[in-house]
């Protein structure tokens, strides 16, 4: 594929800034294999004007071509190379590479293509579709993570730049997942990667609402934070809004309400609800006033405490004035 370096240098330069990643002009040391992920993220964050520096470490998993990859990233990278020996599994190598340099702010070069990996792994692994951060809880960032592998191997064709292959990546799950188990996946959609990719993105439904949703029967209430609640009341649902203090005009949806008495509130209808000092239930209420059933759960009332004192628009309450516009 051609590619505008600039416009990739551009895409990754607006991803920086819209989360944060790095301060303007600021030091940044590039985590490198040699790699073409890794070469890329080296050369587009200097030639985006940020201080580079780079590390690699050096496992010696492959003997003769671990010695190759230092090499190559020491003088071709300009890196800092450090023994990453004694590891065994992929989760205890991470563990060490990670443990380096973690007194600076450091780079990865993790691409779309890698969450799009990552979230396979994981739903196998846990059930859960968990993508990659673009920024650790350590601090590590990922400026590439919103661009595709093949934007940066034609990256690295159009600014004529060399790399190293890890032969071992086959071997690991990582590798097989990229080389196995994605290409049966296209076999079955051509959009299997992106939507992956979507699915790492989607927010996970908290348990609660989960169970909420999943046993419609009684009544039951979940904080969704923000000054909002989801409410079931047996086949029906709907968000609502916590009281609001009637001691200035409040807007609910349509309506406009004041008030000169003092100590009431504004909130959503709630089963059980009746007018103060009287029996009539609100439900009852809305249905003389033909009010229809999707729209009283967003309908304002008037209460002191528990009681309801007014419903804007069909019953009123001395000193409340209520305007739908």
Not at 25 to 44: A, I, K, M
């Amino acid at each position: 594929m051609k590619l505008d370096p600039e416009l990739f240098r551009g895409l990754v330069h607006r991803f920086i800034r819209e989360h944060a990643l790095i301060p303007d002009g600021g030091d940044v040391t590039c985590l490198v294999s040699g790699g073409p992920d890794s070469t890329c993220l080296w050369h587009v964050l200097r030639a985006l004007g940020y201080r580079v520096s780079a590390l690699h470490v050096d496992h010696g998993l492959r003997g003769r071509e671990s010695a190759e990859d230092a090499r190559f990233c020491r003088e071709y990278l300009g890196a800092e190379i450090v023994d990453g020996r004694g590891g065994k599994s992929e989760d205890e190598l991470r563990r060490i590479r990670y443990s380096f340099a973690a007194d600076r702010l450091r780079a990865t070069g993790h691409t779309a293509d890698d969450e799009v990996e990552t979230v396979l792994y994981r739903i196998v692994s846990s059930g859960r579709p968990g993508g990659i951060e673009a920024k650790r809880a350590d601090g590590v960032v990922r400026p590439l993570l919103r661009r595709r592998r093949s934007e940066v191997l034609a990256y690295l064709g159009a600014e004529r730049l060399r790399y190293r292959e890890d032969r071992s990546n086959p071997h690991t799950k990582r590798g097989l997942i990229r080389d196995e188990i994605l290409p049966l996946l296209r076999k079955l959609h051509p959009a299997a990667d992106t939507n992956l990719w979507r699915l790492a993105h989607h927010r996970v439904m908290p348990p609660a609402v989960a169970e909420l949703l999943e046993s419609p029967v009684g009544s039951k209430r979940v904080e969704l934070g923000g000054g909002q609640m989801l409410v079931r009341e047996h086949e029906r649902v709907w968000v609502e809004r916590d009281p609001v203090a009637l001691d200035r005009e409040v807007r609910w949806g349509k309506w406009l309400i004041t008030s000169d008495e003092p100590g009431l509130k504004v909130r959503a209808w709630r089963a059980g609800d009746r007018l103060a000092g009287r029996s009539k239930k609100i439900q009852d209420v809305f249905v003389d006033a033909k009010i229809p059933r999707s729209e009283r759960e967003a309908w304002p009332l008037v209460v002191r405490g528990d009681e309801v004192i007014a419903v804007p628009g069909i019953v009123d309450a001395p000193g409340v004035t209520a305007v739908r516009e």
